[in-house]
């Protein structure tokens, strides 16, 4: 499995930021534009919230975040035990 890309990431920070009612960058239209445009977002009174697809994208991105940090303390705990680490599949 490869590791989040940084593409992932910035989603993600979008849609917390959405969740969260925070403030976008002066940029964001576009982006805003497209979740809403693949029903990741949907604009409600003026305010862009995050539909179910959005929280469950949320989410899956929470959770790979979070695997690959365990994924990466394993990878840590082997080399300091001097186990071979195999390269990633």
Known sequence: MDPISLEELALLDVLERIDQSLEHGPNAAPLLERLVGVGLAEVVEGETRLTDAGIERCK???????????AELVILEREKAGEAVPPPA
């Open 60 to 70: 899956s991105l929470h959770h790979r975040v979070a695997a690959d940090a365990e």
